[in-house]
């Protein structure tokens, strides 16, 4: 089990703290001291440490992020992040087609009466 640590500049005096764990080589926990983080929801700071961004990040270990993006291919996070980047581009191109009066491309999402 291998960790990290990444701080990062909030809306608070004090920074962020994103606490990354290898679990295994499919397991990758992450955890963060914003108040998204400590109520289990969608967190900048985990995410983009995840996908390699030191954006925001304070502090001197910016190689971290490299270190946790090498470690999230074949992670239940990984296959996860997949699921929802193709639901995105799929809302988005129904987005589109309906901007040109078109129907959704894969029907799953249909337009609103």
């Known amino acids: 089990m291998e ?3 990444s701080q990062f500049k909030g809306s608070t005096q004090d920074p962020h703290e994103a606490e990354l764990i ?3 080589e499919t397991n990758l926990s992450a955890y963060c001291t914003c108040p998204a983080g400590m ?3 969608y967190c900048k700071h985990r995410f983009g440490i995840i996908e390699g961004s030191t954006n925001g990040t304070v502090g001197d270990n910016l190689d971290d992020a490299a270190v946790v993006k090498s ?5 239940d996070i990984y296959l996860a992040m997949q ?3 193709a639901i995105v581009k ?3 191109d129904n987005y589109a087609n ?5 129907p959704p491309q894969s029907g799953k999402i249909t337009p609103r009466s």
């Open 83 to 85: 699921q929802v980047k």
């Open 98 to 102: 309906l901007q040109n009066n078109q």
């Open 71 to 75: 470690w999230v291919p074949g992670t």
């Open 90 to 92: 799929e809302a988005e």
């Open 3 to 5: 960790k990290r640590f």
């Open 22 to 24: 290898g679990l295994s």
């Open 39 to 41: 109520n289990w929801r």
